[in-house]
């Protein structure tokens, strides 16, 4: 996890998400700077971003993934993949219907060249004629839309990302929280401190006062 948040914040985010490696505090420099670490490392990264200060390195990365159709308009343009939701689930979900996508493909480019390979041979052979090849492929045609068409009914499985969002957003509010408490608490101590120092100076004005006028009577 790269973030701009304090070190503090980003690690108790990480320990309730299970992320093993979070930095906080970073500037959109730094984080580019960290992808490009990964993908020395791993030669594929993927970077999920909601904002403007992610944008860079949402374009450094090999696929940007924007979070939230209504954030910044500068992270959807650059990312490759903009979520409607901001939900980490949604990502779950678009890799599942992304391979199940790629296999669709696969298939249906298989399938419609095997049916060729078939016609030509037997039309080598004399055992076709033009009218069984144009409709065989027709049918063709018909069968791998039809299965391209069982995409729309895709329901990926169920994935537990919505609970572990829920956690970090109640993390996030108890680190605001806290951070608010230690500022208000900043705040009354300095009061109090300033408070004591014009209590100060008035005991010794005071006390000056007394002293000058006892040497005055003496």
């Known amino acids: 996890m790269l973030s701009g948040d304090n070190q503090r914040t980003v690690d108790a985010i990480a320990r ?4 093993d490696e979070a930095h906080g505090d970073l500037l959109p420099d730094q984080k580019i700077e960290r992808i490009r670490k990964l993908l020395v490392e791993h030669n594929q990264v ?8 992610d944008a860079p390195a949402m374009a450094a990365a090999t696929i940007g993934i924007a979070m939230g159709a209504a954030r910044a308009d500068t992270a959807i343009e650059t990312a490759d993949i903009a979520l409607m939701k901001d939900d980490l689930s949604e990502v779950a979900k678009a890799i599942h ?3 199940r996508t790629l296999r669709v493909i ?15 041979v037997l039309a ?7 009218w069984f090849a144009i409709a065989a492929d027709t049918g063709a045609t ?3 839309t039809a299965n391209a068409l069982r995409l729309l009914r895709v329901e990926p499985p169920a994935y537990k990302c919505k609970e572990g969002v829920a956690r970090i957003s109640r993390v996030r509010a108890e680190e605001e929280q806290r951070e608010q408490n230690q500022i208000s608490y900043s705040r009354e101590f ?3 401190a300033s408070f004591l120092n014009e209590a100060f100076k008035a005991l010794k004005r005071s006390l000056a006062e007394l002293v ?3 040497m005055s009577v003496v």
Request: proline share 0%; with cysteine.
């Open 16 to 19: 309730e998400a299970d992320i």
């Open 46 to 53: 993927g970077m999920i971003g909601d904002g403007v200060n």
């Open 97 to 99: 219907l992304g391979r």
């Open 106 to 120: 696969q298939f249906n480019i298989a399938f419609s060249i095997a049916v060729k390979l078939i016609f030509i």
């Open 124 to 130: 080598v052979f004399g055992y076709t004629s033009l």
């Open 142 to 144: 018909l069968i791998v």
């Open 190 to 192: 300095l009061i109090c």
């Open 212 to 214: 000058f006028q006892a």
